[in-house]
Structure formats: structure tokens, C-alpha cells
């Protein structure tokens, strides 16, 4: 076949490909588990555990430290994972000027939240300003985050994505894995590995085979769309 | 994990007498330069009957006698290919030659790239499809890519010659090679890792991919009825922003009653609870139902109540004749059972082991699920299945990462 010819496959073909796939339940439960304990989802790993009879494969109260520190993150309590942080290892934040960075601002926005606008300035002229001097790569960012001082509502503001409780979590999960990196253990867990494969995969086949895509990650959607063309 | 190696048996194709290829004596895997050999258009080239196959394509290539000048050429030529010009002088053709060092594509000068070579040196040959690049090894030392944005799909290995007493011998693997091409093979495989590793997630509302992963992980535990789990991963990865609803649970359990019943023994039961979670779900699946019936069948005969077997069998199993050839074999089987004084270590006696009941309580599910159109996987699942079956698309492009990569296995998984 010549470049630039794709083969098709209908929804059809494919569904029929799918299904003849044999999937064991206890790989995908592996994979779920090892998420949540590289996350440091712990108390959900226990459940997970006693529900489905799945082995973290670590000893779950040895993470109990990264838990608290996410569980502190998540309900915005910066300052205290910070300091659980620094007990575990000082070294995570001194070298880790992104991270830290990031901690900052996240402190910062928590103010914003609590609608303490005089402490959130006082706080960024502190503690933002000189990080985002040192390092001209944070510049973008504290702007943005400073600019969270002049709405009158932040949420309902064009930077409302910094308010959001994903943004917790994106911080928390960067923390997490410097915390297992310093510890020298496996970061990325291999749910997201998974994913990355689908996508690059659909990036190797692209141009060969014209055939469903996936239109939605989260809920594995087929495209509607006949694969014509 | 690396692609088996070739079992192909590889030849060069014959000499004709009607082009430049009368130059070359061809014997075996051998190829020596008979002409004259005074200008360019003394030139003469042959390739392999078959192409360049898997991902990651290889061979190696001795020079047993430069000859005259040693303007030997040695790459891949196309499936029309001129006779009569080393390889790299035409387009789609490469070839690295020994008198300059030189890297030759649809080119008559080439750009510098290696040493030269000559007699006593074994040239090696790599035609990456992944990565579209092919590189050379010389004496077993990687040479570095020769060529990049390689758009050809179809190669096939060759070798030119243009002077007296030039003569070349090629191993396609039938021998081991002098390079490490294994140590190749993990390179090519680590570099497809660290694309898949650096492949970006799509973002959530402010660039993490927590929730997507949140969404897949809760949806499946809520597939397989793990309720506590489900909720601990809406607390802690979705804020809350999710629940599983009730009528999920008591579907759930629905089902789980029919299954617990077939694993249990009592298709009764099943029968009972199928048509109390969705009725006439069996019944619109006449082979389905009548495995149940077997299954009742092969039950009594289990606790050896033949009589209620035989009565069981007249009264409700006549019909599987009309049902096709699996189901009358299906109920020769377990009439079979009848036959003999210790079924369960009989021929049929598979048909006794819980094994049996699991898979059938498995296909009832199923059916179960799509009565009610509900979907047969979660979503993990679902995604799990794409991906091996891209996996087996990229092994029919012959993409190298098919035979480098092994998926499952950086998936933590067993192979």
C-alpha cells in the first residue's frame, strides 16, 4: 500500500476487535491500586483493598505521610503541608524552586478565597514578588495570580481556573511526586500511562487507518462520526 | 520482547542478461562485480527478492574484496529500482559507499558521513520504520542515522558494485551479527518509551488530569459494585462532584442475585431473579436460556437424581435441536452424563466443574446488562480493549514499537 493511503475500519470492525479483547479484572484493579497508592489516595486504597481483595503492593501506613500532606493541600491548608513537607525532608523544597513556587501561590489563593485581600497582598509582596524576581520563569504566573486582587469575585473572574479545586490538586500531585522522588520510589503512577499509550498510539495510526476515535478519555466514547473519507 | 529474528530465507534476485545485473555473479548470498567496470554506466546493483520486514529492519554485509577502486554501495533500493546505478544515485534508493565515506539519496556527490570502508570490513544496516532513519554500523560500531524523513514504506536491502573484482557478502541473521543489535533494539525501544511518557494529558478546567483519571477510576469501581471504594475516590479525587445513584445499587445487586444463584447451582433461582431485574430478558435470548435449562439438567445430575433429570429433559430441553448444531451438542453432552457412574470424571466431566457455572453466570450477565442497555465494561475496561487492539493495528503496519515495546509490561502488567 502506498503512503498516504489509510486503510478503514468501520465502527463496526472495530467494536468486533474490541470485544475479542480479554480483559482480567485483576489488571485493571492492579492498575487502579497502584493510582491511588502513588497518589496518596490511602484511605481509598484501604477501602479498595477490603473491597476488592487487591494488594497495594506497599505497606499502606508507610504513605500515610504523603496522605496527610495532600489531605492538607486539598483543603487549603498550605502552611500545614508545607511544614510536613519540611519534617519529612527539607531538601524536597529547598531545591525544588518550581514547587515551592507553586506552594506560594497556592498559599495565596487560598487568602484570595477566604476574602482576606489586604493579607493576600501583604503576602504576595513577601513572599510572591522576591521568588518571581529570582526566577524570571515564574513571572507570567504571579502576575496572573497577583491579578486575582482586583476581582471582586475571583471564581466568577477570567482567572477563575486558579480558584478551582482542580488547581489544588494539580499542586498536590506535584508535591506527591517530588515527595516519592526524594524517596527514590516510582512516580508516575500507570493509569496515566495508559492514556499516554491510547494517545500515542492514535498518534503512530493516524496517518494508516482511518477508524473511531476516542471522543471523550473519561468515558471511553466512541466518535459517532462514520469513519468516511 | 525483541521481534524474533527473521526465519525468512533471504536471496538476492537472479542476474538477467538484458540489463546491468549480467555485471554481477550471484551465488548464494554473495554478489562479486564481473564487468567492465570503466565508467558509471558500468554500474550494477541487486536487490533482495523480498523486502525489508519488521519494525526494525537489519542486516549486515561483508566485504570480502574491494576490487579495483571498491565504489561499493550498500542500502536500500525500491521495489522498480535501476539495474544499472549504485544505491543512493536514484531516488528512492540509499546507500552508504565505501570509496568516499559518503551517504548517497537521489544523489550522484552524497554528504560526508562515515569512513570509508573496504576489504576485511563488515557493514551493518538499520532501517528504523518508526522513526523513518537509517543508520549504518561499521565492524559492529554504530555509525550514526544516514538518513532521516525516510518516506518509503517498501524497501528492499541491495547492494552495488561498479569495478572488477568487488564482491560482498551479505548476512540476513542466518549467522549472529557482529553489531550489538540488541543494544540497538533497547535504544529504539527507549526512545518510544520516552515519546509515550512525554505524551501530554489532555487538561482538566485548570490543567491537571486528575478528574479524567478520577472519572475512569470511580466509574469502573462503581461497574464492579466496590460502593465504598467508589465513594472514597468521589470524596478524595472529585470533590464530591459525583455519586453513585441507587438505582445503580439495586441494579447491581439485582444481577448479583441472579449470579450468585448460578454459582450456587439453583437456575430456578436464576431464572427468578433474571425476570425480576428486567423481564423477558432470557427469553429474548433463546440460546442463553437454554444453556440455563442444560444447566439445571447437568445440576441434577450432579446430586444423581436421574429420574428428575430424564423428566427435566423430555419436558423442557426438546427444542435445542431447533436452536442450531452447538446446542444439540451441547445436550448430547450432558445426556452423556446420564451414561456414566461417576460423571464428574467422565469425558463430559468439564461440564461438572464450577468453572461451567462461572462462565455461564458471566453470559448471563451479560445479557442481563444489555437488556437494560447498560455498557458491558467500564470505561477502564473499554479503554484497555482500544488500546490492544491499536496495539495489534501497529503490529499489522509493522511499527516497530509492536515488537520493542511490550505495553502490558510498562503497564505493570503480566504479559
Same mark, same amino acid.
Given at each position: 500500500?502506498?503512503?498516504?493511503?489509510?486503510?478503514?475500519?468501520?465502527?463496526?470492525?472495530?467494536?468486533?476487535?474490541?470485544?475479542?479483547?480479554?480483559?482480567?479484572?485483576?489488571?485493571?484493579?492492579?492498575?487502579?491500586?497502584?493510582?491511588?497508592? &502513588?497518589?496518596?489516595? =490511602?484511605?481509598?486504597?484501604?477501602?479498595?483493598?477490603?473491597?476488592?481483595?487487591?494488594?497495594?503492593? =506497599?505497606?499502606?501506613?508507610?504513605? &500515610?505521610?504523603?496522605?496527610?500532606?495532600?489531605?492538607?493541600?486539598?483543603?487549603?491548608?498550605?502552611?500545614d503541608?508545607?511544614?510536613?513537607?519540611?519534617?519529612?525532608?527539607?531538601?524536597?523544597?529547598?531545591?525544588?524552586?518550581?514547587?515551592?513556587?507553586?506552594?506560594?501561590?497556592?498559599?495565596?489563593?487560598?487568602?484570595?478565597?477566604?476574602?482576606?485581600?489586604?493579607e493576600?497582598?501583604e503576602?504576595a509582596?513577601?513572599?510572591?514578588?522576591?521568588?518571581?524576581?529570582?526566577?524570571?520563569?515564574?513571572?507570567?504566573?504571579?502576575?496572573?495570580?497577583?491579578?486575582?486582587?482586583?476581582?471582586?469575585?475571583?471564581r466568577?473572574?477570567?482567572?477563575?481556573?486558579?480558584?478551582?479545586?482542580?488547581?489544588r490538586q494539580?499542586?498536590a500531585?506535584?508535591l506527591?511526586?517530588?515527595?516519592?522522588?526524594?524517596?527514590?520510589q516510582?512516580?508516575? *503512577?500507570?493509569?496515566?500511562?495508559?492514556?499516554?499509550?491510547?494517545?500515542?498510539?492514535h498518534?503512530?495510526?493516524?496517518?494508516?487507518?482511518?477508524?473511531?476515535?476516542?471522543?471523550?478519555?473519561a468515558?471511553?466514547?466512541?466518535?459517532?462520526?462514520? *469513519?468516511d473519507? | 520482547?525483541?521481534?524474533r529474528v527473521?526465519?525468512?530465507?533471504?536471496?538476492w534476485?537472479?542476474?538477467?542478461?538484458?540489463?546491468?545485473?549480467?555485471?554481477?555473479?550471484i551465488?548464494?548470498?554473495?554478489?562479486?562485480?564481473?564487468?567492465?567496470g570503466?565508467t558509471?554506466?558500468?554500474?550494477?546493483?541487486?536487490?533482495t527478492?523480498?523486502?525489508?520486514e519488521?519494525?526494525?529492519f537489519?542486516?549486515?554485509?561483508?566485504?570480502?574484496?574491494?576490487?579495483?577502486?571498491g565504489?561499493?554501495?550498500?542500502?536500500?533500493?525500491?521495489?522498480?529500482?535501476?539495474?544499472? #546505478?549504485?544505491?543512493?544515485?536514484? @531516488?528512492?534508493?540509499?546507500?552508504?559507499?565505501?570509496?568516499?565515506?559518503k551517504a548517497?539519496?537521489?544523489?550522484?556527490?552524497?554528504?560526508?558521513?562515515?569512513?570509508?570502508?573496504?576489504?576485511?570490513?563488515?557493514?551493518g544496516? $538499520?532501517?528504523? #520504520?518508526?522513526? #523513518?532513519?537509517?543508520?549504518?554500523?561499521?565492524?559492529?560500531?554504530?555509525?550514526?542515522?544516514?538518513?532521516?524523513?525516510?518516506?518509503?514504506?517498501?524497501?528492499y536491502?541491495?547492494?552495488g558494485? #561498479?569495478?572488477?573484482?568487488?564482491?560482498?557478502?551479505?548476512?540476513?541473521?542466518?549467522?549472529?551479527?557482529?553489531?550489538?543489535?540488541?543494544?540497538?533494539?533497547?535504544?529504539?525501544a527507549?526512545?518510544?518509551?520516552? %515519546?509515550?511518557?512525554s505524551?501530554?494529558?489532555?487538561?482538566?478546567?485548570?490543567?491537571?488530569?486528575?478528574?479524567?483519571l478520577?472519572?475512569?477510576?470511580?466509574?469502573?469501581?462503581a461497574?464492579?459494585?466496590?460502593?465504598?471504594?467508589?465513594?472514597a475516590?468521589?470524596?478524595?479525587?472529585?470533590?464530591?462532584?459525583?455519586?453513585?445513584?441507587?438505582s445503580?445499587? %439495586?441494579?447491581?445487586?439485582?444481577?448479583?442475585?441472579v449470579?450468585?444463584?448460578?454459582?450456587?447451582? /439453583? $437456575? /430456578?433461582?436464576?431464572?427468578?431473579?433474571?425476570?425480576?431485574f428486567?423481564?423477558?430478558a432470557?427469553?429474548?435470548?433463546?440460546?442463553?436460556?437454554?444453556r440455563?435449562?442444560?444447566?439445571?439438567?447437568?445440576?441434577?445430575?450432579?446430586?444423581?437424581?436421574?429420574?428428575?433429570?430424564?423428566?427435566?429433559?423430555?419436558?423442557?430441553?426438546?427444542?435445542?435441536?431447533?436452536?442450531?448444531?452447538?446446542?444439540?451438542?451441547?445436550?448430547?453432552?450432558?445426556?452423556?452424563?446420564?451414561?456414566?457412574?461417576? @460423571?464428574?470424571?467422565s469425558?463430559?466431566?468439564?461440564?461438572?466443574?464450577?468453572?461451567?457455572?462461572?462462565?455461564?453466570? /458471566? /453470559?448471563?450477565d451479560?445479557?442481563?446488562?444489555?437488556?437494560?442497555?447498560?455498557? %458491558?465494561?467500564?470505561?477502564?475496561?473499554?479503554?484497555?480493549?482500544?488500546?490492544?487492539?491499536?496495539?495489534?493495528?501497529?503490529?499489522?503496519?509493522?511499527?516497530?514499537?509492536?515488537?520493542?515495546?511490550?505495553?502490558?509490561?510498562?503497564?505493570?502488567?503480566?504479559?
Amino acid at each position: 500500500m502506498a503512503r498516504g493511503e489509510r486503510r478503514k475500519l468501520s465502527l463496526e470492525e472495530w467494536n468486533r476487535k474490541l470485544a475479542a479483547v480479554k480483559i482480567r479484572k485483576q489488571d485493571m484493579n492492579n492498575l487502579i491500586m497502584n493510582y491511588l497508592v &502513588t497518589e496518596g489516595f =490511602v484511605e481509598a486504597a484501604e477501602v479498595f483493598m477490603a473491597e476488592s481483595g487487591t494488594q497495594p503492593g =506497599v505497606d499502606l501506613p508507610a504513605i &500515610t505521610d504523603r496522605m496527610q500532606i495532600r489531605k492538607a493541600l486539598q483543603s487549603g491548608n498550605v502552611e500545614d503541608a508545607i511544614d510536613r513537607v519540611n519534617d519529612l525532608n527539607p531538601e524536597i523544597l529547598e531545591e525544588g524552586h518550581e514547587l515551592d513556587f507553586h506552594l506560594q501561590q497556592q498559599r495565596m489563593i487560598e487568602l484570595v478565597r477566604q476574602g482576606k485581600t489586604e493579607e493576600a497582598l501583604e503576602f504576595a509582596q513577601e513572599y510572591l514578588g522576591p521568588r518571581g524576581e529570582e526566577n524570571p520563569q515564574f513571572q507570567a504566573e504571579l502576575e496572573r495570580t497577583v491579578a486575582l486582587l482586583v476581582f471582586p469575585d475571583a471564581r466568577d473572574s477570567p482567572l477563575g481556573d486558579l480558584m478551582e479545586l482542580s488547581q489544588r490538586q494539580k499542586v498536590a500531585s506535584e508535591l506527591n511526586a517530588a515527595i516519592l522522588s526524594s524517596q527514590g520510589q516510582e512516580q508516575e *503512577p500507570r493509569l496515566p500511562l495508559l492514556l499516554k499509550m491510547l494517545l500515542w498510539a492514535h498518534s503512530q495510526l493516524e496517518d494508516k487507518l482511518i477508524y473511531p476515535h476516542i471522543s471523550n478519555l473519561a468515558t471511553a466514547e466512541l466518535g459517532h462520526q462514520a *469513519p468516511d473519507g | 520482547m525483541f521481534p524474533r529474528v527473521s526465519t525468512r530465507s533471504w536471496h538476492w534476485q537472479p542476474s538477467a542478461s538484458n540489463d546491468n545485473s549480467r555485471f554481477l555473479r550471484i551465488s548464494g548470498l554473495s554478489v562479486k562485480y564481473v564487468g567492465p567496470g570503466d565508467t558509471d554506466a558500468d554500474a550494477a546493483c541487486v536487490r533482495t527478492t523480498d523486502p525489508a520486514e519488521s519494525g526494525l529492519f537489519y542486516f549486515e554485509v561483508d566485504v570480502v574484496n574491494k576490487g579495483r577502486d571498491g565504489f561499493i554501495g550498500i542500502g536500500f533500493v525500491s521495489h522498480d529500482f535501476d539495474k544499472g #546505478r549504485l544505491p543512493g544515485w536514484e @531516488p528512492h534508493t540509499f546507500g552508504y559507499h565505501g570509496d568516499d565515506g559518503k551517504a548517497f539519496h537521489n544523489s550522484s556527490s552524497g554528504i560526508p558521513y562515515g569512513p570509508k570502508f573496504g576489504t576485511g570490513d563488515r557493514l551493518g544496516v $538499520m532501517f528504523n #520504520r518508526a522513526e #523513518r532513519t537509517i543508520a549504518y554500523t561499521k565492524n559492529g560500531i554504530y555509525l550514526g542515522i544516514a538518513f532521516r524523513n525516510v518516506q518509503d514504506d517498501v524497501l528492499y536491502p541491495a547492494v552495488g558494485l #561498479r569495478t572488477p573484482d568487488e564482491e560482498v557478502l551479505a548476512n540476513f541473521g542466518a549467522v549472529p551479527f557482529k553489531a550489538d543489535v540488541s543494544a540497538m533494539k533497547a535504544e529504539a525501544a527507549y526512545v518510544i518509551e520516552q %515519546q509515550i511518557r512525554s505524551m501530554p494529558l489532555p487538561v482538566d478546567k485548570t490543567g491537571g488530569s486528575t478528574a479524567t483519571l478520577g472519572h475512569i477510576i470511580f466509574s469502573h469501581l462503581a461497574q464492579h459494585g466496590h460502593w465504598g471504594s467508589a465513594a472514597a475516590v468521589a470524596r478524595d479525587m472529585l470533590g464530591e462532584t459525583v455519586a453513585v445513584p441507587p438505582s445503580t445499587v %439495586q441494579d447491581f445487586e439485582a444481577r448479583l442475585r441472579v449470579r450468585g444463584a448460578i454459582v450456587g447451582g /439453583d $437456575m /430456578d433461582g436464576a431464572l427468578a431473579a433474571a425476570e425480576a431485574f428486567q423481564p423477558g430478558a432470557l427469553a429474548a435470548c433463546p440460546h442463553l436460556l437454554q444453556r440455563v435449562k442444560c444447566q439445571k439438567f447437568v445440576e441434577l445430575v450432579r446430586v444423581r437424581d436421574d429420574q428428575a433429570a430424564l423428566a427435566y429433559g423430555k419436558a423442557e430441553l426438546g427444542s435445542a435441536a431447533d436452536l442450531g448444531p452447538e446446542q444439540a451438542e451441547l445436550l448430547s453432552d450432558i445426556l452423556t452424563l446420564l451414561c456414566y457412574e461417576d @460423571p464428574a470424571n467422565s469425558p463430559q466431566g468439564t461440564l461438572l466443574q464450577p468453572a461451567a457455572r462461572a462462565a455461564l453466570a /458471566d /453470559d448471563v450477565d451479560a445479557a442481563l446488562l444489555k437488556a437494560r442497555q447498560l455498557p %458491558q465494561h467500564s470505561p477502564l475496561e473499554r479503554l484497555y480493549c482500544i488500546l490492544k487492539a491499536m496495539q495489534s493495528e501497529l503490529e499489522r503496519e509493522q511499527h516497530p514499537a509492536a515488537s520493542l515495546v511490550d505495553l502490558d509490561r510498562l503497564l505493570g502488567l503480566p504479559s
